[in-house]
């Protein structure tokens, strides 16, 4: 990463293993879908094996939409550690704590963070997904353990620093 990009957004505020459970997934599932492809993919099969398909569906739009909405009005290019970095950067922690307050139902404190990555034109439809992400995250995390439990995935996971 370069020092630019440290600064602007990949500061490193935590390591993922200080955060809950669903929040370090959270956090991984933006890495994955910002990886491309093949990263998507995988999101969208943790979806899918965590929920009914209906469920499961709703619940990647609204990640989907929510991720899209972010990058398009962005201030600035949203800044995002590696997938298998242990490291958590500003953008994502802002992100994993948007969502959380979103979730926990703050809608007004939820806008205020939102407009930390968006303009304040998008910061309530943003916080309004990031509810949606939230509860959908924390269901998904406590229905199974499958970040964890998928030894391709852990395996690429290493504490760099």
Not at 79 to 107: N, T
Not at 112 to 119: D, I, Q, R, S, T
């Amino acid at each position: 990463m370069t020092p630019e990009h440290h600064a602007r957004g990949g500061a490193v505020v935590a390591i993922l293993t200080s955060l809950e459970a669903w929040e370090a997934d959270l956090i991984l599932n933006l890495r994955l879908w910002c990886a491309g492809r093949r990263g998507r993919d995988q999101v969208r099969g943790d979806y899918r094996r965590a929920f009914p398909e209906l469920v499961a569906r709703r619940g990647i739009r609204d990640f989907e939409s929510l991720v899209a909405m972010i990058i398009d009005h962005a201030h600035r290019p949203i800044v995002h550690h590696e997938v298998g970095c242990a490291c958590v950067g500003s953008d994502e922690g802002i992100f994993a704590h948007l969502v959380r307050i979103a979730a926990d139902g703050h809608g007004t404190d939820a806008i205020l963070v939102a407009m930390m990555l968006v303009g304040p034109a998008h910061a309530e439809p943003v916080a309004v997904l990031a509810a949606h992400v939230g509860i959908c995250a924390r269901k998904m995390n406590s229905s199974s353990d499958l970040r964890r439990a998928d030894p391709s995935i852990t395996a690429r996971v290493v504490r760099l620093h």
